[in-house]
């Protein structure tokens, strides 16, 4: 479906933690893609989230930066509550937060017994 703004087919990218992570974001704002270098895997679950949430903060105002508000307030889809949508956004983004930390809990846990397997031997 395209939108009335010609901002269909428009993305927004950014990084954080040196570019260890990227996000990419569509022409709604919301996420479609996000990549973790092995690397940022060492930070601990609630730097890693701080780092994925920036990474995506950056996505989205990169799209802003390219579409440019020229001063105006933005133009919701038909029958889209604007204040609505971005209540919605808010509840993601923490439930995307507390998911990454469990996510990164998860691999810390699998690092620490991998590196006890190979002490072991």
Known sequence: MADRSGHDDMRGAGEA???LVSAEVGHDGLLEALHLNPRVLRL????LAEQIVLAVRAAQRDLLDQIGDGGEE????????????????DELELRAEHDFE????SLDETLRRLEGRVEGR
């Open 17 to 19: 933690a040196a570019g």
């Open 44 to 47: 601990g679950s609630h730097d």
């Open 74 to 89: 933005p133009i919701a889809p038909e029958g889209v509550d604007p204040e609505a949508l971005m209540g919605r956004l």
């Open 102 to 105: 469990r996510l990164t809990s």
